[in-house]
């Protein structure tokens, strides 16, 4: 099986633009989590999807933004860029067991 | 809230040695599950081992094992026979197995030097 993969994989943006990141999960996996990654804050949990449907969400602010489509694929937004915002962002996928299995993740850098 | 907490930010061992990573964690809930988790440098985050709080046997996948201490709220990762490759930042993770919530709590990482 192919394994999660995430576009695009670097990112440069400038303060106040908006970002979109996209994940495709291993085939039959209908949950994807997004984790933001820092060298101050480490891994943080973003948020969680489940059958196109939020399930869990993470203690950031409403700039970041997800969803799932039908097909599993996952994109997550983030509106009005901040310095801060810089991160490495990790998609994980599972299935109904217990393993999350990381993508290549996609590095932002926001100017 | 649960939390994870991993002590050493840096470890080294020589090639060939043993090494043991330490985690503990804080939960008053007694079914979840424990993760160790391996981050090359600009790698992508890999699964080493699993463990289900409720089975007492600590887990093993071949030079990795884990000694789960429930009672103490411990889980360590012991790597033997250590090689090049196994340099890398380790993440020990949590996760409830009370609900359906599948968000991972990561401790803070312990890199992982090995010497030739």
């Known amino acids: 099986k192919a394994g999660v993969t995430q576009t695009p994989r670097y990112l440069i943006k400038t303060r106040g633009q908006q970002v979109t990141l996209s994940c495709s999960p291993i085939?039959?996996?209908?949950?994807v989590s997004w984790y933001q990654q820092t060298p101050g804050q480490g891994l943080q949990f973003l948020f969680e999807?489940?059958?196109?449907?939020?399930?869990n969400k993470g203690n950031f602010p409403g700039r970041f933004s997800g969803r799932q489509f039908s097909n599993s694929r996952s994109e997550m937004n983030v509106s009005t860029l901040e310095l801060g915002d810089s991160a490495l962002y990790l998609c994980?996928?599972?299935?109904?067991?217990?393993?999350?299995?990381f993508g290549p993740g996609t590095r932002l850098t926001v100017t | 809230a649960q939390t994870v907490t991993q002590s050493q930010p840096e470890m080294s061992v020589q090639e060939a040695e043993t090494v043991t990573l330490s985690c503990t964690y804080d939960?008053?809930?007694?079914?979840?599950?424990l993760f160790w988790y391996k981050q090359p440098p600009s790698r992508q985050m890999i699964l080493v081992i699993r463990?289900?709080?409720?089975k007492q046997q600590n887990a093993t996948e071949n030079r990795f094992s884990v000694n789960f201490q429930k009672a103490a709220k411990s889980f360590s990762l012991k790597i033997s026979d250590s090689q090049l490759g196994d340099a890398a930042m380790y993440f020990c993770?949590?996760?409830?197995?009370?609900?359906?919530?599948?968000?991972?709590?990561w401790g803070a990482g312990t890199k992982l030097i090995i010497k030739p």
């Open positions: 994980a996928s599972s299935s109904h067991f217990n393993e999350q299995y």
């Open positions: 085939s039959g996996h209908r949950s």
């Open positions: 999807y489940f059958s196109e449907t939020q399930r």
């Open positions: 939960t008053s809930e007694s079914d979840y599950y």
């Open positions: 463990q289900e709080a409720y």
């Open positions: 993770a949590y996760r409830s197995a009370e609900d359906s919530n599948y968000q991972l709590i």
